[in-house]
């Protein structure tokens, strides 16, 4: 299968502590979306990437939240010292070259 | 800021009844609209991108239509297999935009 693929798959942690997520796109997709997902919404930005770029944060990333695409390739979304509302779905999709987004199974974060 | 509206936020159909959802949004230059299916605990699946009024895309039982306020996508004869949340999301001109709005979705049950 060469979609999207997200790891974990579930992570369940205690409040303040840091935990970090990973995302490996379609092979050859040149950018990288995280979302997150909370019950009965829809997925809401969070950042982007062109290749190892940063283009683009969306509010809602707190100082809390770092993401990294290192050579361009796989993604790492890190949260530090989590609290009880960062509890969501965290999404990732890729794209080539193009406005169609496809989406990862996601990572469901249960903070205690 | 773009906005998208997704009703009716759930419904429920026997096998056979056709029927459609309705996606409303306002967007600062549109340059995509994008229907997603999603499955419980799962990330979204892509099903069509429209880019402009008048046009329509068919899959199997789905056609999605567009205008220039709203888009609509047709059921015909479902089946228990096509439950699922049906998510619109659109993409505007503003800013980098590479970002998805989405709404919150139509949750369909299709019962036998």
């Known amino acids: 299968d060469t979609g999207v693929s997200q790891n974990p798959r579930h992570k369940i942690t205690k409040r303040g502590q840091n935990v970090t997520f990973r995302c490996d796109p379609i092979s050859e997709h040149n950018r990288l979306y995280w979302y997150r997902q909370t019950l009965g919404q829809g997925p809401e930005f969070l950042t982007y990437f062109q290749n190892e770029a940063q283009l683009e944060k969306s509010r809602l990333l707190s100082d809390r939240f770092s993401a990294e695409r290192p050579k361009g390739s796989f993604s790492t979304l890190e949260i530090q010292r989590t609290e009880q509302g960062d509890s969501a779905m965290y999404l990732c999709?890729?794209?080539?070259?193009?406005?169609?987004?496809?989406f990862g199974p996601g990572t469901r974060l249960t903070v205690l | 800021e773009d906005q998208v509206t997704q009703s009716p936020e759930a419904l429920r159909l026997q096998e056979g009844e056709s029927s459609s959802l309705n996606c409303s949004y306002t967007?600062?230059?549109?340059?995509?609209l994008f229907w997603y299916r999603q499955d419980p605990g799962k990330g979204p699946e892509f099903l069509f991108t429209l880019y402009s009024a008048g046009e329509e895309k068919e899959k199997e039982r789905l056609k999605a239509t567009l205008t220039k306020k709203e888009s609509f996508l047709h059921i015909t004869a479902p089946k228990p297999e096509d439950s699922a949340t049906y998510l619109c999301a659109v993409l505007g001109r503003r800013g980098g935009g590479n970002k998805l709005t989405f709404g919150t979705g139509t949750q369909l049950k299709v019962e036998l």
């Open positions: 967007v600062s230059g549109l340059r995509g």
């Open positions: 999709a890729s794209s080539l070259n193009s406005y169609e987004q496809f």
